[in-house]
């Protein structure tokens, strides 16, 4: 038994990260683009309040903007980079703790896949023999163990590295679109902040539509939930620059 379990000791992890285990290119896209986006809206929207009664607050705006646009990539890129090795880094921590447990307290780990079993209606004679044939098979055993007594799932270890891409060029695409109004508009700054507002909700509502038709539930209900709870905390920034700007009337 044990020379079996050194055998698995030495399994390359990556044996173990199936590709449907590893989080989907579209919640990567989701987090980076709806972050970018949100978080520079809210800048933006601020910077532009803020400054509107200065000599050149387009240039104001847009060095605010691409200044946060660049900042929040590498942020969220380094985010999701260290948050996906965190998640392996776990798993394999665990994964060695039940393979040292399988060897070192067999019964309990019997017990363990026996409860498994139960819940999933088998009982008696037949929860028996499917309890020898996966106990037979360490590769069964520790995969049942550590995806139902633990519910964690492999990953990859090229996921941490392509996950920080994707979120990272994800947070430019979405930081890019509340910016262009202003680019286009150009001088008129509360024009272009409002402009910019009504781009940015048709594109978290794009996001959120997107999403739901992609995975499960509702495009509609899905698009006016993200696009509410987008443009909510965009304007947050906005609302702390209009205070702290004196809440001068909002004028050109």
């Known amino acids: 038994m044990a020379t ?30 709806q972050d970018g986006l949100v978080n520079v809206l809210g800048v933006i929207l601020g910077v532009a309040v803020a400054s509107r009664h200065l000599s050149n607050p387009l240039a104001i705006v847009l060095a605010g903007g691409f200044a946060a646009t660049f900042a929040e990539s590498i942020s969220m890129g380094a985010v999701a980079y260290t948050s996906t090795v965190a998640r392996r880094d776990h798993y394999l921590a665990e994964r060695q703790r039940e393979l040292e447990e399988m060897q070192t307290m067999p019964d309990l780990e019997r017990q363990e896949v026996r409860e498994i079993l139960e819940r999933w209606d088998f009982h008696g004679a037949e929860l028996e023999e499917l309890l020898e044939k996966i106990v037979s098979k360490p590769k069964a055993w520790l995969e049942i163990m550590m995806a139902h007594e633990l519910n964690l799932a492999p990953v990859d270890s090229a996921q941490a590295r392509k996950s920080a891409v994707l979120v990272g060029i994800a947070a430019i695409v979405g930081s890019l679109i509340p910016l262009v109004p202003f680019i286009v508009i150009g001088s008129n700054i509360i024009v272009g902040a409002i402009v910019s ?35 909510a905390s965009a304007l947050a920034g906005f609302g702390i620059a209009y205070l702290v700007s004196g809440g001068s009337a909002v004028t050109p």
């Open 4 to 33: 079996r379990f050194a055998f698995w000791r030495k399994i390359d992890e990556q044996a173990l990260a199936e590709k449907h285990a590893q989080p989907g290119l579209l919640s990567d896209f989701i987090l980076g683009s």
């Open 197 to 231: 507002l009504a781009v940015s909700t048709l594109a978290l509502f794009a996001i959120g539509w997107w999403k739901a038709r992609t995975t499960i539930g509702r495009p509609t209900r899905s698009g006016v939930q993200m696009a509410i709870i987008g443009i």
